[in-house]
């Protein structure tokens, strides 16, 4: 049993920046692929970065690559998700999430375990 706690979540302007952490407790994150999703009102949950198992490779969708960075702190069983120049269809819940496979899905029902999500709110 993993159980994720996010926080960093906020209000900026557009064009600012936050940094979400997720943390683990039971299992340190080398044994899992981990990903963060984001869901806003009324629309489906969408994966937003990831790492495989390992963290050897990263993955982004199309519309934060560029401005959003993850990484992990193994040490601390710390994931990070470094937002810069935010804009407000970047508002929205944010979760990290972690599966038991090699690859961080994009396919929000194949993750195992999930935070309860912190709220990220950028205005125009």
């Known amino acids: 049993q993993v159980h994720l706690e996010e926080s960093g979540g906020g209000l900026v302007q557009a064009g600012g920046s936050l940094r979400l952490s997720c943390t683990a407790s039971?299992?340190?994150?080398?044994?899992?692929?981990m990903g963060w999703f984001r869901q806003a009102p009324g629309k489906e949950r969408e994966f937003v970065a990831g790492?495989?198992?390992?963290?050897?490779?990263?993955y982004y969708a199309d519309s934060v690559k560029g401005r959003f960075i993850i990484s992990r702190d193994n040490a601390k069983i710390t994931i990070f998700l470094q937002m810069n120049n935010l804009q407000p269809e970047d508002t929205a819940v944010y979760y990290c999430?972690?599966?038991?496979?090699?690859?961080?899905?994009?396919?929000?029902?194949?993750?195992?375990?999930w935070g309860q999500g912190t709220q990220v709110t950028v205005s125009s």
């Open positions: 039971g299992r340190t994150f080398s044994n899992y692929a």
């Open positions: 999430a972690a599966t038991g496979g090699y690859y961080a899905t994009r396919k929000f029902d194949e993750y195992d375990y």
């Open positions: 790492f495989t198992r390992g963290g050897e490779n990263t």
